[in-house]
């Protein structure tokens, strides 16, 4: 089977569950059902009576099943999928860790999962006392005053924090031009700085991977907005000069925003406000283990200091004079809504019990395992791999291909060889600042021993690629579908099935028909 596609043994190699599947519809036969009504009791109404043309009548061809084949049709397609249940996912940046079930079980108890948006305030007291502690944690975290709940992802609070900028200088009759980036940041913060109406001014780093505090200097003037910047970077670096950097925006009466999608490796230990932050996000779905990815949704809270308070979106939760809690919408300066209702509400829930459940000495050991769980990988593959910044690393370790490409294997090629190995990918070819970037994440959530089986995976394949370069270029082997046309898949998904031959009456769209 998988043995001969690996040079060696390895202590851990898998099969992918490789069952063909066909798609609901072809497996479809007329007269199936999942379902058995009782006989009707009362008498029967005609649709087209009751509702006219509303009736739907061009439903065209709706796959007829029975209850086992959907289940298994359904449970065999989550087989397909990589998931955080069944193995690491070493992404870095991301932040991809475990999902505690304590977050599953407390977000399904049923005040919380009925709650409904248009409750009453007197009925929803719990509700809004979940917001409230929320905010209060998380402002405690990360040492800022104030807090906006609403955002639905990283990127999105980035937008909503960058919002709060612009309002705030043109509160002070100054609107400015320009939003400062290095060039090692994610590339959602250009993306939020021009969608915001800013000229995107490039940082370039130093040696060591941070913001050269001199070019800084040169680049921050009047008309400079803010900086963003991520930190610890996405080379897992801490900027050390952040005081530094604030002084220097701050003496030109621009602002720091921080990217906190690395608030994992600060939680417990510093705290942004304290070092001269202004605004900043964070990622429910990475930090505080709300469910990642397909399992989404995201949340992004934004939290800023005092004197971007007033520009927060609307409603924010208030304790009133009465000592019930409630919502503010009347808020003049506002920047307005960035969500309907309050946010993704389940994921407050679930991030205030992980919150919770750690406690604040739990959260501060997560922080150091996550560090310690980078290092660890850093020393072992070390000499493995090119190391190509020495500068102390927190939770996340970026290596480059440089020893394997002389052979012709390229990051890539590893990412997808891992997969043989039954790892999720690393982050390929990411921060741009590293060639042929391998960036690995570990976080908290994996043990010594699993760290150990993914370093002796890395290994196999170092060695792979020493000995049989072909084998590593043409990987994965072990999967249902192996190297796929990424440039095809992208700009030319297939996106909906089409019936072979189309009984009448039918759905066509024009763009289907090209694909
Ligand atoms: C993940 C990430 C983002 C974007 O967050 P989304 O929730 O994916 O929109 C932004 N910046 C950094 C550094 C990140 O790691």
Not at 173 to 202: F, M, Q, W
Not at 260 to 267: D, F, K, S, T
Not at 402 to 413: E, F, I, P, Y
């Amino acid at each position: 089977m998988a043995v001969e596609k690996f040079v060696g043994t390895p202590k851990k190699a898998t099969t992918h569950t490789n069952q063909n599947e066909d798609l609901m519809f072809e497996k479809s036969s007329p007269g199936k059902k999942a379902y058995r009504l009782a006989q009707l009791d009362v008498p029967s109404v005609d649709s087209v009576a009751l509702l006219g043309d509303s009736v739907r009548t061009d439903l065209g061809v709706m796959p007829e099943l029975s209850e086992i084949e959907i289940i298994r049709h359904f449970t065999r397609l989550s087989t397909w999928n990589y998931a955080i249940d069944l193995g690491m996912y070493p992404l870095g940046s991301c932040t991809m860790k475990y999902n505690p079930r304590v977050n599953e079980a407390v977000a399904r108890l049923e005040g919380i999962a009925e709650a409904h948006p248009y409750q009453p305030e007197s009925l929803s007291q719990g509700c809004l006392g979940i917001m409230q502690t929320l905010s209060d944690a998380l402002i405690e975290i990360t040492g800022m005053d104030a807090i906006t709940l609403q955002p639905a992802a990283g990127a999105h609070g980035e937008f909503t924090g960058i919002l709060l900028v612009r309002a705030y200088h043109e509160s002070k009759g100054n609107p400015r031009k320009k939003i400062l980036i290095p060039d090692s940041a994610h590339g959602t913060n250009p993306a939020t700085a021009a969608v915001c109406g800013y000229e995107v001014a490039n940082l370039k780093s130093n040696a060591q991977g941070m913001v050269d505090v001199a070019e800084l200097e040169r680049m921050v003037d009047e008309d400079t907005a803010a900086l963003m910047l991520t930190n610890p970077s996405t080379i897992g670096v801490f900027e050390s000069e952040i005081h530094k950097i604030a002084d220097i925006l701050h003496a030109k009466g621009a602002l720091l925003y921080m990217d906190g999608a690395n608030m994992n490796a600060l939680v417990g230990k510093t705290r942004p406000g304290d070092f001269g932050v202004d605004v900043m996000h964070l990622n429910l779905h990475k930090t505080f283990s709300t469910p990642h990815g397909g399992g989404g949704p995201g949340s992004g809270p934004v939290a800023c200091k005092k004197i971007l308070e007033p520009f927060l979106p609307t409603p924010i939760v208030v304790t009133k004079s009465d000592g019930k809690l409630g919502l503010e919408y009347n808020r003049p300066q506002t920047v307005g809504r960035v969500r309907i209702f309050y946010g993704n509400f389940g994921m407050f829930v679930r991030a205030l019990a992980y919150i919770l459940a750690n406690g604040p000495d739990g959260l501060r050991q997560t922080t150091e395992d996550a560090v310690l769980n980078a290092n660890y990988i850093r020393a072992k593959l070390e000499g493995t791999f090119d190391l190509p910044y020495k500068t102390q690393s927190l939770h996340e370790v970026v290596f480059s291909d440089k020893l394997q490409a002389k052979n012709g294997v390229k990051t890539g090629d590893m990412g997808k060889r891992l997969i043989d190995y039954g790892f999720h990918a690393y982050t390929v070819s990411f921060p741009l600042v590293v060639q042929g970037a391998m960036m690995i994440e570990p976080t908290e959530s994996e043990s010594r021993e699993e760290l150990d089986l993914l370093i002796d995976a890395l290994k196999q394949i170092a060695r792979e690629a020493e000995e049989n370069p072909e084998l590593v270029q043409t990987s994965p082997h072990t999967t249902r579908v192996q190297r796929l046309d990424e440039t095809t898949a992208a700009r030319k998904p297939i996106l909906r099935w089409r019936a072979p031959v189309a009984p009448e009456p039918v759905l066509v769209d024009t763009a289907a028909k090209e694909w």
